[in-house]
């Protein structure tokens, strides 16, 4: 019997075929870009090899990545993040076409449970709400460390696209944005933040903030800030994208506060 966990369990299994399977299983199988679909469903041959793979207690993780041959001879790339982050445990598929947005999508599986965040006086004594509140703030506006911009030019435009289309906040970036950085060609993925914070019904939230920076044909810059977190009123997983990073830092605090 094949074994489902296989990136390709049977050796004989065509091309075609193996397409669909992973396509169809993939959570996010939608999010990919159309002319990305429309290539790999010419290739000719393909092969998939285990990149990463990680095991805890609580946490299974494992990286693919598929490789495609094209009629053109040149070979195109999807890279598979399996994990045990479902619902009771239950194992999910998700596809991405970069390496880097596959590292950083597996950066946000949480390890098992985080440690309450609390804060302390000097002299032991448990710190009351305001000053919980302060300390948040205090973490929430420390600004980022400098890092070198890596400029990538891997169909920038279509991932700036695609940033967009999975924020959920009302007041996203609009038209006038997206249509600027249908110029970009090159971009730069930067992880801002990342913590646990307490929030409403006693129960922990993750906040993680990136900057998608981007470089347009024009030579200016461009960067979107999204906001992926859990404070939700179920704990789902949300994205959410804003123009500037102070007001991506507003939204967290904003929701770290509610109690």
């Avoid at 959570?27 to 870009?33: A, K, V």
């Avoid at 010419?42 to 285990?50: E, I, Q, Y």
Wanted: proline residues 6%; glycine residues 6%; charged residues 30%.
């Amino acid at each position: 019997m094949n074994d489902p966990k296989d990136p390709s369990p049977d050796p004989y299994e065509t091309t075609e075929t193996q397409l669909e399977r992973l396509l169809g299983r993939a959570l996010n199988s939608f999010d990919l870009p159309d002319s990305v679909i429309e290539r790999l469903e010419t290739a000719l041959a393909h092969s998939s090899a285990l990149y990463s793979s990680h095991h805890s207690a609580t946490l299974h993780r494992t990286t693919y990545r598929h490789t495609y041959l094209l009629p053109d001879g040149s070979a195109l790339g999807l890279w598979e993040l399996v994990h045990n982050c479902g619902r009771d445990g239950a194992e999910q598929h998700e596809l991405y076409t970069e390496e880097a947005e596959v590292r950083l999508a597996a950066s946000r599986l949480p390890d098992g449970p985080s440690p309450h965040w609390s804060v302390e006086h000097s002299d032991g004594a448990p710190a009351d709400e305001d000053d919980d509140l302060e300390s948040l703030n205090s973490l929430f506006t420390h600004p980022i460390q400098a890092q070198p911009r890596m400029y990538v030019p891997d169909n920038s435009d279509d991932h700036a696209r695609r940033v967009l289309r999975r924020a959920e906040n009302a007041d996203r970036p609009g038209e006038a944005t997206a249509r600027r950085l249908r110029l970009a060609f090159a971009h730069h993925i930067t992880q801002a933040l990342g913590r646990q914070c307490p929030v409403e019904g006693g129960r922990d939230a993750g906040f993680t903030l990136y900057e998608h920076q981007f470089l347009l044909l024009d030579g200016s810059e461009v960067s979107l800030w999204e906001v992926e977190h859990t404070a939700t009123p179920d704990g789902r997983h949300m994205c959410e994208v804003y123009e500037s990073e102070r007001a991506a830092r507003e939204a967290m605090e904003s929701r770290a506060r509610v109690r």
